[in-house]
């Protein structure tokens, strides 16, 4: 993330009012722009010099050339380390990466073991994206990464295909009800093992405690530039196993308020699509509709749902443990990366 980069002077957060939910949706819709997949090692780095210019104050003002910038730049770096996030667990790769999942969750035909792997497949990808995109302050062993990823894609699973298999056994409902539900509780067997997923994968997080920091006020930022500082260089106040809750628990929340609209608007209009004469006389395109229903409404439904929560959190330090009580910085907030 630019909040990485060598220089004292400090970066705007965002062009846009990041304590206003529609501004964070904007803030949002342009870390999850696909199209920042498109620029090479090259395009980056540049990006990265013309931020680097600005913090040493080679560049004066803010100008739409530097916002790209600071936006592809937000979108491929890791906020805590500052490296670059494996492109298919980017969040502007999200959609793509689990469309593919999708597809073949969707394969006509699949039996129980075509099932299975395809639920393993995804809750992969859903522990991939929820590693790759969580607070970094307390890293995982080896050891603790492969027990996560077994103990959230086998429970995940379970949970799936528990799901899945309630919809045949409930004879006593109408056949169009029964239609409806069929389509309707895939989705949400992956809306809910989504969630479950990131708790048991991010799990450590609360047993430890991530990293808070005091929240700066004017005065504190003049005086680190004077010093020749940046905000990366303002230490940690300690690790709070409360804010670590909170991290995760909003994460969670936004996963499932991402695909709760997935899981509902696109069964819903093929059931009505699958009425109309033309599907019926060419079933065919059934699955590529389903995909295109499913892809559009993932891109618009996104940012939608990563921004009902800052990733920069802030809360009163009184909120927090009792060692950082009193401890908190302008307003006696503290602010902590919750991770996406």
């Not at 705007?12 to 620029?39: C, E, I, K, M, N």
């Not at 937000?74 to 990466?97: A, I, N, Q, W």
């Not at 690790?239 to 696109?266: D, G, Q, Y």
Request: glycine share 8%.
């Amino acid at each position: 993330m630019s909040a990485s980069l060598p220089g004292a002077r400090a970066l705007p957060d965002s062009q846009y009012d990041l304590s206003t939910y529609w501004g964070r949706v904007r803030h949002t819709a342009g870390l999850t722009d696909p199209r920042t997949l498109l620029v090479g090692n090259a395009g980056l780095e540049q990006a990265k010099q013309l931020l680097v210019s600005y913090k040493q104050g080679q560049i004066k003002s803010m100008t739409p050339e530097l916002w790209q910038a600071k936006k592809l730049v937000d979108s491929t770096l890791h906020p805590d380390t500052g490296e670059k996030v494996f492109l298919p667990f980017r969040m502007s790769c999200f959609v793509l990466s689990n469309l593919v999942v999708t597809a073949g969750m969707l394969t006509p035909g699949l039996g129980n073991r075509g099932t299975i792997a395809w639920q393993v497949a995804n809750q992969s990808l859903n522990v991939a994206i929820n590693y790759s995109n969580a607070n970094k302050s307390s890293p995982l062993s080896w050891s603790k990464i492969a027990q996560s990823y077994f103990l959230a894609v086998g429970a995940s699973c379970g949970v799936a295909v528990g799901l899945n298999s309630v919809v045949p056994r409930l004879k006593s409902l109408a056949p169009s009800t029964r239609l409806i539900l069929s389509r309707l509780v895939p989705f949400a067997a992956v809306a809910s093992a989504g969630a479950l997923n990131v708790f048991l994968m991010r799990g450590e997080e609360m047993r430890t405690g991530i990293d808070v920091y005091p929240v700066l006020s004017a005065a504190d930022k003049a005086k680190l530039l004077a010093e020749g500082k940046g905000e990366g260089d303002v230490e940690s106040l300690g690790k709070s196993k409360k804010a670590a809750t909170i991290a995760v628990a909003e994460t969670a929340v936004s996963r499932v308020l991402n695909s709760s609209p997935i899981m509902v608007i696109p069964p819903l209009v093929l059931v009505r699509l699958q009425a109309t004469q033309w599907l019926k006389k060419n079933p065919r395109y059934t699955t590529p509709i389903n995909l295109g229903l499913i892809l559009v409404t993932s891109y618009a439904v996104l940012p939608l749902a990563l921004a009902a929560f800052p990733q920069m959190q802030k809360i009163e330090a009184d909120r927090l443990e009792g060692e950082f009580k009193g401890r908190g910085g302008e307003n006696g907030l503290v602010v902590f990366n919750r991770g996406i």
